[in-house]
Nanobody, 126 residues
């Protein structure tokens, strides 16, 4: 089972960019689909984007399509979330999660998550 740690959050003005990283420790990283989720105060955790173990397939929520890009470097055991054109409504704690033998599409259901990171705060000011 992998352990996950997010980094890269912070405070940014609307229209700005941030890149989040999700570093994994453990074995067989490439066998895990990795997803990004976010949770704003008073709201449920929601799916943002996910990538398959090989990196060949991705999926993202409609709210971030065209602005956020997910990628991974299996040699570094790391998944990235490049966030551009940030909006105040993107403000949330962002979590990464791992699903063994999952797909970019099954990650969105959050039904077979094996590991969660501790989260990183992203705040977008208007």
């Amino acid at each position: 089972q992998v352990q996950l740690a997010e980094s890269g959050g912070g405070l940014v003005q609307a229209g700005g960019s941030l890149r989040l990283s999700c570093a994994a420790s453990g074995r067989a990283f490439s066998s895990y689909a990795i997803g990004w989720f976010r949770q704003a105060p008073g709201k449920e955790r929601e799916f943002v984007a996910a990538i398959s173990g090989s990196g060949g397939s991705t999926d993202s929520a409609d709210s971030v399509k065209g602005r956020f890009t997910i990628s991974r470097d299996n040699a570094k055991n790391t998944v990235y979330l490049q966030m551009n054109s940030l909006k105040p409504e993107d403000t949330a704690v962002y979590f990464c999660a791992a699903e063994r033998f999952g797909t970019a599409q099954t990650m969105a259901a959050m039904q077979r998550i094996a590991s969660w990171g501790q989260g990183t705060q992203v705040t977008v000011s208007s």
